[in-house]
């Protein structure tokens, strides 16, 4: 999964990438510039903003199959779900393992000490089940809504 963080930088470098010469976008009308929601998405003028990419790898504690290891991800995910309510929690994710990285949350966080501070309440990092590892990201500040979209197309 090496190849994550090279995807995140290029799609957060799309909006650097200058535009071909075209009188219509390819995608639908021009763009209309939403003052009101630009900044309930905390956007800068070229509507990006800043993260905090943070990986979860493997940790030095499994915890083994059983009642306990349950509790720990029903936590993790209750968690989740309250920092994502909190709208510090943007996207998160499992990922396939390899090299050990097992997910990922991308945090509305001003820093990492922030990020830190907000991982910090996560049962499986509490556990030893996972350690984080944290990275500055700048991308669109639409991800700032993807939350709010994805409550509205899940059927449960």
Same mark, same amino acid.
């Given at each position: ?48 903003? *800043?993260?905090? @990419? /943070? ?11 059983? &009642? !306990?290891?349950? %509790?720990? #991800? ?40 922030? *990020?830190?501070? @907000? /991982? ?11 350690? &984080? !590892?944290?990275? %500055?990201? #700048? ?18």
């Amino acid at each position: 999964m090496r190849s994550l963080p090279i995807a995140l930088f290029a799609i957060a470098a799309l909006p650097h990438v200058p535009a071909h010469a075209q009188a219509t976008p390819a995608f639908g009308p021009a763009p209309t510039y939403d003052a009101a929601l630009a900044k309930s998405l905390g956007a800068s003028d070229q509507g990006m903003r *800043a993260y905090v @990419l /943070v990986l979860l790898k493997t940790g030095p504690k499994p915890v083994p199959k059983g &009642a !306990e290891r349950d %509790k720990m #991800f029903a936590g993790h995910f209750a968690n989740m779900e309250r920092l994502a309510r909190d709208k510090k929690l943007v996207v998160a994710g499992p990922l396939d393992g390899v090299d050990g990285l097992r997910g990922m949350f991308v945090f509305a966080a001003a820093d990492i000490d922030e *990020a830190k501070s @907000l /991982v910090a309440t996560d049962p499986v990092i509490v556990n030893g089940e996972m350690v &984080a !590892e944290y990275h %500055k990201f #700048f991308s669109t500040a639409a991800l700032m809504a993807v939350n709010d979209i994805h409550n509205r197309i899940i059927r449960k």
